[in-house]
């Protein structure tokens, strides 16, 4: 579970970028200025993008209690892995969404808030099925099958035509993986003496180019998949793995390296199989390893704690909650939120560097 860019641009040139793209928008008459670049996002996977699936399964993985969410809009956990918004949330409002698209699972996904999407991502699931069996969480193959009893609620919504177009122009988004490696291979043996770090990553790129193609199937045509984040920098896997150094645990990151080049390569074969097919993988190791390496030049002060609790163990609302002792006061200098997951500043730096590389996917 977590949450689960090669190049940094400052803010000014993003903000340029988005409102050039606006602009061709406008010009070439398919929206006004206040319309998204694209009619919705639908997203698949983890925690890294779950906005409050799970508040509404039997699982302990939930963010549904103070401090999670503490800095988010209302002020209120929302189910969000993090103390404010993630990177999806921002990307959406950097494409012009005024509200997200909301949980599947949540009373909020009906009626017209079907037409700007759905969020499908369920905390401790993954790619590998048997991941969020052991979470009790919504298996990928499950949220395949929600998308398409959303499809069908969309249609009824807004009559075959119009849902099949919102469907094929939506930005789809797949953020999975983390839990796989952090969550299951890592700490379950009957994996890891089977398979090595690179053949369980071959496993599941192959479950990854399934899902894509059965989507495109389903009228997706573009697609961006998140790589994986720098699993070795993670608090919770220096605790765990590093054995008592207080750095990053450089095997980790080196399988989370080989699982994206993977990645990258099942993209372009997809891409040359698929003719109307979009697809980027978008680059998130690169700007938070970045972040972590390098914290004063993007405003942080702490990058081996979160600043949940003591910031090394804690996760979930189990043990981030309002119970938990020496939480930080000010999570903007922190690069983690949870010994997991990044904090709200974190995942703007994120979200600027994936604007950049998603522009093939919207324009």
Known sequence: MLFDCCFFFDLSRTGLLILLLLSSFVISGYAQESTPLVPAII?????????????????????????????????????????????????????????????????????????????????????????????????????????KEYQ????????NKTAASIMKDALYIVGAGNSDFVQNYYINPLINIVHTPDQFSSILVGIFSSFVKDLYGLGARRIGVTSLPPLGCLPLAITLFGQGKNDCVPRL????????????AAASTLQKQLPELKIAVLDIYTPLLAAIKSPSKYGFSETRKGCCGTGIVEITSFLCNPLSLGTCSNATQYVFWDSVHPSQAAYQVIADAVIIQGISLIG
């Open 43 to 147: 997203t698949f996977g983890d925690s890294s993008v779950d906005v409050g699936n799970n508040n509404y399964l039997a699982t302990l993985f939930k963010a549904n209690l103070p401090p999670y969410g503490r800095d988010f809009t209302n002020h209120k956990p929302t189910g969000r892995f993090c103390n404010g918004k993630l990177a999806t949330d921002i990307t959406a409002e950097n494409l012009g969404f005024t509200t997200y698209p909301p949980a599947y699972l949540s009373p909020q996904a009906s009626g017209k808030n079907l037409l700007i999407g759905a969020n499908f991502a369920s905390a401790g699931s993954g790619y590998y099925d048997k991941t969020s069996s052991l979470s009790h969480t919504i298996s990928l193959a499950k949220q395949l099958e929600y998308y």
């Open 152 to 159: 069908g609620k969309l249609a009824m919504e807004a009559g």
């Open 253 to 264: 990151n080196a399988d989370a390296q080989g699982f994206n080049k993977k990645i990258n």
